[in-house]
């Protein structure tokens, strides 16, 4: 019964797979009683202050008497069906014996790119159930292909900067509305809401298309990963796990070393990406053995270089990490195990999937290397990689003066320093080697020999009815 509950689950889950929907958790809500230095909500006998220098949207859902407010120089209440603001008549008012100042929490520093303020939902705004599926910190932002939800009946701030100039999603829903073209995305922007709900350098633009492409597309994060990476570890309490293996992996997109597996795929146009996870959920994470193993599978781009040293761009990949929760000597075993499950069903059905090639690494607390192999092998051939370089612009250095003439003249000095009583014999020679002319014209200084080996130059390449603080009028939201 258990086990079939767990496959219902899973089966739940890919049913969602098709659309990704993130959610952002924090509001600027005045019924929110984290968004007040006193952790409480303010009651009849408080005076409310806002700073007057901070910009805020501050949804109102219910009725409050208070004894004072002071309110900031730009901002708006979105008040609900029946919520107002009255003053104190002195009345007794349970659960408030003993007044003072409160102050609105400042949400200017809420990053947009800041993974532990977003969660996956699914497409009703319910928090998608739990299961072997993970992503890397940067798909926990959203993507360029998502649909971001603010959940209805709240007010939010977000600051937008990004290393990038625009971010682009398929749909934002707020308020309960979901805009989902550029034009009505440009139309709630042109509203008096937009700009007191996101500020900073990044611009959010809606397109409407999710991803083109059956093999998927990558995230769209990678210029802001650092920024993500940042805001993920900046507080206290946030840091990286201490990994349980000597050399954890580092995943493309994430911001913490991670022992288990990784696997990268070549692939064909063939390739199905969510087909290829659906099977691998049902067919091998489904079973016992893998429990805790957890997966995260997308597209990604790696850089390539020439010899290891030289940028060749970047190229697309598939990227599997596999992680566990085992701990000790035993962490990322179950990974590892799945890894080569996974490696030995490409090797027999890879052609049909549409795969050509894998390439597995693996880091458990039982090895001291990330790597598949044996780390001195990759640092000889480094090594060896450095020489061939290094002997190539050598062996250039030679032809180059040999055919400026300077290591004729250099050897000629040399021979004149350490041999001052030359023969007539040897004298003649060296005379005839340094210029001769063939008849048929050649010059044969030096013989003109090809040399055995090439030489090569290396170049590297809006928002329901609202009420503004400066608005002698008060719009009420209708009831949902």
């Known amino acids: 019964m258990k086990r079939l509950l767990s496959l219902l689950g899973i089966l739940q889950l890919l049913a969602a797979t098709a659309a990704v929907y993130k959610q952002w958790i924090p509001n600027t809500n005045f019924e929110t009683a984290s968004n007040w230095d006193k952790g409480r909500v303010p009651c009849a006998r408080d005076v409310v202050h806002f700073e007057k220098d901070k910009v805020v949207s501050v949804f109102v859902g219910s009725p409050h008497a208070l004894t004072d407010m002071y309110l900031p120089l730009n901002g708006e209440f979105l008040l609900a069906a029946g919520a107002a603001f009255t003053a104190f008549d002195g009345s007794w008012d349970p659960g408030c014996d003993s007044g003072g100042t409160v102050r609105f929490a400042d949400a200017e520093q809420r990053s947009w790119f800041d993974p ?16 072997p599926i993970f992503s890397v910190h940067e798909e926990r932002v959203p993507c360029r292909h998502d649909d971001v939800i603010f959940q209805p009946e709240t007010s939010f701030r977000v600051n937008t900067d990004s290393a990038q100039p625009v971010i682009q999603l398929r749909s934002i829903s707020i308020m309960g509305q979901e805009l989902n073209t550029p034009s009505s ?4 922007l042109g509203g008096p809401s937009a700009p007191l709900q996101f500020h900073g350098n990044g611009t959010l633009q809606v397109t409407g298309t999710g991803c083109p492409d059956k093999s998927g597309c990558a995230c769209g994060n990678a210029l802001d990963g650092p920024r993500i990476c940042a805001a993920l570890l900046r507080a206290p309490g946030r840091q990286c796990p201490e990994p349980a293996c000597q050399s954890p992996l580092q995943p493309l997109g994430h911001c ?35 429990a805790g193993v957890q997966l995260a599978m997308s597209k990604v781009h790696r850089a390539q270089t020439f010899l290891g040293l030289v940028s060749r761009g970047t190229a697309p990949l598939i990227q ?56 001195p092998v990759s640092r000889i051939a480094a090594g060896t990689v450095m020489g061939l370089l290094f002997s190539l612009l050598f062996l250039g250095g030679i032809l180059f003066l040999y055919r400026k003439g300077k290591l004729r003249s250099l050897q000629m ?35 003109q020999t090809p ?13 329901p009815s609202h009420h503004s603080w400066w608005d002698s009028s008060q719009k009420q939201i209708p009831p949902e």
């Open 116 to 131: 532990t303020l977003w969660r996956d939902v699914l497409p009703s705004g319910e928090l998608r159930p739990g299961g």
């Open 185 to 188: 995305w440009a139309g709630y």
């Open 256 to 290: 913490c070393g991670v022992c288990g597996a990784t696997i990268d795929l070549e692939f064909t146009p063939d390739f199905d990406l969510q087909k290829y996870q659906d099977k691998l959920v049902q067919e091998l994470l489904s079973q016992p053995r893998y």
């Open 320 to 375: 599997i990490v596999l992680i566990d929760d085992r701990a000790g000597a035993q962490a990322g075993t179950s990974a590892e195990q799945l890894a080569a499950d996974i490696m030995q069903d490409i090797a027999q059905h890879g052609e049909a999937l549409g795969i050509s090639s894998g390439k597995m690494e693996v880091a458990t607390g039982s090895t001291a290397t990330g790597q598949v192999g044996s780390p």
């Open 413 to 447: 000095l040399t021979l004149q320093k350490w041999h001052p009583k030359i023969s007539r014999f040897s004298t003649s020679t060296l005379c005839t080697v340094q210029a001769r002319q063939r008849p048929d014209g050649v010059d044969s200084r030096w013989g």
């Open 451 to 463: 040399l055995p080996w090439g030489y090569h130059h290396l170049s590297s390449p809006h928002s």
